[in-house]
């Protein structure tokens, strides 16, 4: 495909965080907005002015039966995605999905066999992922400046919107597993949770999750939407260095601190001693996380490279979101992960 040709891409669902993506993919260069699609005819005439170039429709099948539409992003309700993933798949469109990718590993296994077995790009905007900071972080990890990662831990806290349809797992969780996943670059082999439903019976406002990956690397996640705290913070502990991303924080989104213990050289009492260097606050570029997104689901379908959240990690990251929730119901029972080594 040229590279100089705008793709033409579709909106399917203009609520809540449709038209944020139709706003991005209306913008980017290189991107033609050619359909906004839901089901609510007066949502649609909502948007229709700021919109001008595009097509209004009720029905999919229309966009899907057009040959201009290059690719099919779904901003459906949860429940949907799958379903219509699959079926964005059989059209030969590429595909980009809200997350989580499913409700099930089955139905998010099925997304991502049919994206390969058809040669579509298929995407989930698991956000934090591409979000610069998360990538310096990265980057530290990986080149080893933190030395081994012994655990991470996320807090993603807020008294924020009470949902009646979702947990704080499946409404917050996506966000830090997906990270977890990414930094350690591991699959988790087991996990636990627990949580407390205080507003609505069987919906649960608080949860604690604990993430055990293929190399002992632990993770640990406090979710709520009853807290006094507006909290969206990611730590990485490391054998030399440690690291926080703390996305509440307008210009030091990420500080290290160059802290960790002196290893042994021989007998010194009972205690391990400790050093502490210095603290610093790399740059980081100020781009809007959803527009690097959206930008980096049009260049892998032009190169045909795979996106960082393909449907695999998509995959990956309701694994863990089901046997949490697994875990939930049955009081923190720890659930060993499909193909975990016994």
Not at 223 to 237: E, F, N, Q, Y
Not at 279 to 290: R, T
Not at 308 to 316: E, F, P, R, T
């Amino acid at each position: 495909m040229d590279a100089v040709t705008p793709l033409n891409v579709a909106v399917v669902g203009m609520s809540y965080w449709g038209p944020n993506l139709a706003r991005n993919f209306d913008r980017l260069e290189g991107s033609n907005l050619r359909w906004a699609c839901d089901l609510d005819e007066g949502l649609l005439d909502q948007h229709r002015s700021g919109f001008p170039r595009t097509k209004f429709t009720t029905d999919l099948a229309e966009v899907l039966a057009d040959p201009e539409t290059d690719a099919v992003v779904i901003a459906t309700p949860v429940p949907t995605h799958a379903r219509l993933a699959l079926q964005v798949i059989e059209a030969g469109k590429h595909v980009f999905v809200e997350k989580p990718l499913a409700l099930t590993t089955a139905d998010a296994r099925a997304v991502a066999e049919a994206a390969d077995a058809k040669g579509i790009t298929c995407m989930v905007d698991h956000l934090l992922v591409l979000h610069p900071a998360v990538t310096k972080v990265k980057e530290l990890v990986d080149s080893g400046h933190l030395g081994d990662v012994h655990y991470l831990y996320g807090n993603r806290l807020n008294l924020g919107i009470v949902r009646q349809d979702e947990n704080a797992l499946w409404s917050l969780g996506p966000h830090d597993i997906s990270v977890m996943l990414h930094l350690v670059g591991q699959r988790a082999v087991e996990v636990s949770a627990t949580g407390a439903s205080y507003l609505q019976p069987g919906v649960e406002d608080v949860v604690f999750g604990h993430i055990k990956f293929e190399s002992g690397v632990t993770g640990h996640l406090h979710l709520s939407w009853l807290d006094p705290h507006k909290m969206r913070r990611m730590t990485v502990i490391g054998s030399e260095r440690m690291v926080v991303f703390d996305d509440m924080e307008s210009e030091r989104k990420i500080t290290v601190y160059d802290k960790g213990p002196v290893p042994r050289t021989g007998e010194y009492g009972e205690y391990i001693q400790v050093r502490s260097g210095d603290i610093f606050s790399p740059k980081i570029n100020g781009a809007e996380p959803l527009k690097l997104v959206c930008q980096h689901f049009l260049d892998c379908i032009r190169s045909g490279d795979a996106p960082i959240a393909d449907a695999w990690a998509g995959l990956a990251t309701v694994e863990v979101l089901e046997a949490m929730d697994k875990s939930l119901a049955e009081n923190g029972r720890p659930i060993t992960l499909e193909g975990a080594p016994a």
